[in-house]
C-alpha cells in the first residue's frame, strides 16, 4: 500500500519503505491479556485492553469517550495537544 504511486506527491517511495522498516523494527507485538468493557464507547475498549495488556504509560487521542477516563489504571489519556505541550515541558525541565 504504501508503494503505491499516489503518495510520491507527499514523500517517494524510498522514504515511505524507511519509514516502514523504522516502524517494524521499534514495534512489538503485544497479546492483550484482559478483555475489557469499561468505556462508554465499547469500540474504544480495544485501546484500553492494548494499552493495558502492553503496559502503556499513556494513551493519546482526541476522543471525548478515552478522554473522560483518564488516567485509566494510572496510564494517562492525554489530547495530542496536551501530549506535546507535556513533552515539550519535560525537555524544558529535563
Not at 506527491?9 to 497479546?31: G, S, W
Amino acid at each position: 500500500m504504501l508503494c503505491r504511486p499516489k503518495f510520491d506527491h507527499y514523500v517517494n517511495e524510498e522514504q515511505r519503505l524507511d519509514f516502514l522498516a523504522a516502524y517494524i523494527r521499534e514495534t512489538e507485538d503485544v497479546v492483550i491479556v484482559e478483555a475489557l468493557r469499561v468505556c462508554r464507547d465499547p469500540s474504544d475498549d480495544k485501546i484500553l485492553e492494548l494499552a493495558v495488556s502492553g503496559s502503556a504509560t499513556h494513551i493519546v487521542s482526541g476522543d471525548p469517550d478515552l478522554l473522560s477516563l483518564s488516567p485509566f489504571r494510572g496510564i494517562r489519556i492525554l489530547s495530542p495537544g496536551d501530549f506535546v505541550r507535556e513533552l515539550g515541558e519535560e525537555q524544558v525541565d529535563g
